[in-house]
């Protein structure tokens, strides 16, 4: 979103410390948040003219959210409307969902959770429905016996992680966004002989610069301005056990420097503090870049790449580990089945083509949220192709819309057998290409007239029309 972009969230809430957070947060993101203590409120606030530049909703959940979503929807569908909740309300949450909530996040609020659901809103011209990011995690960790996929280099992956974890070294795991960094780093502080002692997460791009060091670290009180309380630091809470740095890239470098001397004594020294105290902290830290790349670009020091890295994990993105996908999906709905409010879903074998079609840029958890998105919105027992209109409108726009260089010339063959184009890059005339449609469909169904025409969304009456007008025989 560019700098100079103010957008306006409206909170409906009527928490007045919970207020000053979220509008702390969504203030680092570039938004303005305007506040409603009522449902009354809201709506006078979004039919006034303050109310065109509001552009997504925060309802802290009530006992008529449901309805006040659904009024919303109706009155201003331009809007996202998001739902705060507990884990002991997930149930009203999933039901707001099916009244026309965009997606909910779970109090406490994470900044990262919130800051991810505003990105998101600010995007959906790129993400756009099923494809917007869910905010929160429902999953229970996950052991390495539990974690699915049979890709050869995944299965490598998890063998390197299963082995680093029964040592003390620390563990660099680095994938895509969405991999399961996080997933990986519980499963080798499940495995590990530390399996009883704290694991402590710390997301270091959502901590500002300014503080991260007294967050990492600790401080004494009165060591600097609005240090009113003694902060013993995360490192002291993880003593003993697990301290998971995700997103390690994003420290400065002068924290990467007092990290890698705790590294190396095991001694920490708190901002104001006198003297040092010795922890003993098994570090994995996680990183959605290369972090020899940035090295090389001068961000992230050598030395600490070394010391983080005892052991490389890298994860494989979904894209290559796709004949994993069936197997995945399946799981994951199990899981969603779990949540309060769900219910047991199948998926059907064209559904889980279509989705092994994309390439998943946000990958598993993309996925994840695709399909809790669809079983929370299905009233029949099976996920069909319909329930993901939007991996399957992606993965069309990607296909009708490729990327040529100079003097290129497209394939004739786009995909499943139809030919789109002609050898010179043009488009084929229409009725050649629904006849190659229609040719497919009679192939694909074996000559099931009536099933054809249904997937068509025709009639058979237009269906045999079509035939004769395209001098198609029933048996092609």
């Not at 700098?3 to 909170?11: E, K, N, Q, V, Y």
């Not at 390495?144 to 995944?154: K, L, M, N, S």
């Not at 840029?361 to 399909?371: E, K, S, T, V, W």
Request: net charge negative; with cysteine; hydrophobic share 45%.
């Amino acid at each position: 979103m560019p700098r100079d972009t103010i957008r306006s969230l409206l909170l409906i809430d009527e928490n007045a410390g919970q207020r000053r957070l979220v509008s702390a947060i969504a203030a680092r993101a570039g938004w303005r948040t305007v506040v409603a203590d009522s449902s009354a409120s809201a709506l006078k606030t979004l039919q006034s003219a303050q109310g065109r530049s509001i552009e997504a909703v925060l309802i802290d959940q009530q006992a008529d959210t449901p309805a006040l979503v659904a009024g919303l929807r109706a009155g201003h569908p331009d809007k996202a409307v998001h739902v705060l909740t507990t884990l002991d309300d997930l149930a009203v949450a999933i039901e707001a969902m099916r009244h026309g909530a965009t997606d909910y996040l779970v109090k406490p609020i994470a900044p990262d959770r919130l800051l991810a659901a505003l990105d998101a809103v600010a995007n959906r011209e790129a993400i756009e429905g099923e494809l917007r990011p869910m905010a929160e995690k429902l999953w229970q960790p996950l052991s390495f016996d539990e974690i699915v996929g049979a890709a050869p280099a995944f299965r490598a992956t998890v063998a390197i992680a299963t082995r680093a974890a029964e040592s003390r070294v620390p563990v660099l795991v680095e994938g895509e966004r969405g991999t399961g960094k996080e997933m990986f780093a519980e499963a080798i502080h499940a495995a590990s002989p530390r399996a009883q002692r704290p694991l402590i997460v710390v997301d270091c791009g959502a901590i500002p610069a300014n503080v991260i060091d007294s967050s990492l670290f600790g401080h004494e009180q009165g060591a600097f301005a609005g240090a009113f309380d003694r902060n013993p630091g995360r490192f002291v809470e993880a003593d003993g056990g697990t301290l998971f740095l995700d997103d390690v890239a994003a420290l400065p470098l002068d924290t990467q420097a007092r990290l890698l001397a705790v590294l190396e004594s095991g001694r920490i020294w708190p901002l104001g503090a006198r003297g040092c105290r010795e922890v003993d902290v098994r570090v994995v830290a996680a990183s959605r870049v290369s972090l020899a790349e940035e090295v090389v670009a001068g961000r992230f020091r050598e030395d600490l790449l070394y010391r983080l890295a005892g052991v490389h994990v890298a994860i494989p993105p979904l894209r290559e580990r796709v004949s994993d996908l069936p197997a995945l999906a399946r799981h994951l709905l199990d899981r969603i089945a779990r949540q309060p409010g769900l219910r047991d879903i199948d998926i059907t074998d064209d559904a889980l083509t279509l989705l092994g079609s994309y390439d998943w840029p946000g990958n598993i958890r993309q996925l994840q949220n695709a399909l809790f998105r669809a079983a929370v919105l299905c009233d029949a027992p099976t996920l069909a192709t319909a329930d993901f209109p939007q991996i399957a409108q992606e993965s069309f726009t990607r296909r009708r819309s490729p990327k040529l260089e100079p003097g290129h010339r497209l394939p004739a063959v786009a995909t499943g057998g139809v030919m789109l184009y002609t050898p010179e890059g043009h488009l084929r005339p229409l009725e050649d290409i629904e006849g190659d449609v229609i040719r497919l469909a009679i192939s694909h169904y074996r000559g099931r007239m009536s099933e054809v025409a249904r997937r068509l969304g025709i009639g058979r009456s237009t269906l045999y029309r079509k035939l004769g007008d395209l001098g198609i025989d029933s048996a092609a």
